[in-house]
C-alpha cells in the first residue's frame, strides 16, 4: 500500500472512470482502453476491495453539449464523501475537486 493511502480512504468505493473522448477513439484505440481496465488491478493491489469502473461515458466528448451523467454523478459522489477523491485512469481528472463549486 502506498504512504499516502491510508485506512479512511480505503473504507469509501474507487471508481475507475474509463474515458476515450469520441467514437473514433473507441473504435480504433482499443489497446489504451484495455490499459484502463487495467487500472482496476492496481487499485485492488493499493488494498481497494469495492471497485466500480465506469465506461458509461465512452465516446461523449467533454466539449460537446451531450450529458455526461455518470461524470456528474461521480463528482456528486465524490463531493457527498461518498467516493475518495479520484482520478480516472489517464489522469486528467483532479484529485481536487472543489465540491464547493458543483
Given at each position: 500500500?502506498?504512504?499516502?493511502?491510508?485506512?479512511?480512504?480505503?473504507?469509501?468505493?474507487a471508481v475507475?472512470?474509463?474515458?476515450?473522448?469520441?467514437?473514433?477513439?473507441?473504435?480504433?484505440?482499443?489497446?489504451?482502453?484495455?490499459?484502463?481496465?487495467?487500472?482496476?488491478?492496481?487499485?485492488?493491489?493499493?488494498?481497494?476491495?469495492?471497485?466500480?469502473?465506469?465506461?458509461?461515458?465512452?465516446?461523449?466528448?467533454?466539449?460537446?453539449?451531450?450529458?455526461?451523467?455518470?461524470?456528474?454523478?461521480?463528482?456528486?459522489?465524490?463531493?457527498?464523501?461518498?467516493?475518495?477523491?479520484?482520478?480516472?485512469?489517464?489522469?486528467?481528472?483532479?484529485?481536487?475537486?472543489?465540491?464547493?463549486?458543483?
Amino acid at each position: 500500500m502506498s504512504d499516502k493511502i491510508k485506512p479512511h480512504h480505503l473504507q469509501r468505493k474507487a471508481v475507475l472512470y474509463i474515458r476515450q473522448s469520441s467514437a473514433d477513439q473507441v473504435i480504433h484505440n482499443r489497446g489504451s482502453r484495455s490499459l484502463q481496465y487495467a487500472m482496476r488491478g492496481r487499485l485492488a493491489v493499493l488494498g481497494w476491495s469495492d471497485i466500480e469502473i465506469s465506461d458509461d461515458d465512452l465516446g461523449i466528448s467533454a466539449a460537446s453539449t451531450a450529458p455526461r451523467a455518470r461524470f456528474e454523478r461521480m463528482v456528486a459522489e465524490v463531493c457527498l464523501g461518498k467516493v475518495e477523491r479520484w482520478r480516472h485512469a489517464r489522469y486528467r481528472a483532479s484529485r481536487a475537486t472543489d465540491c464547493d463549486s458543483q
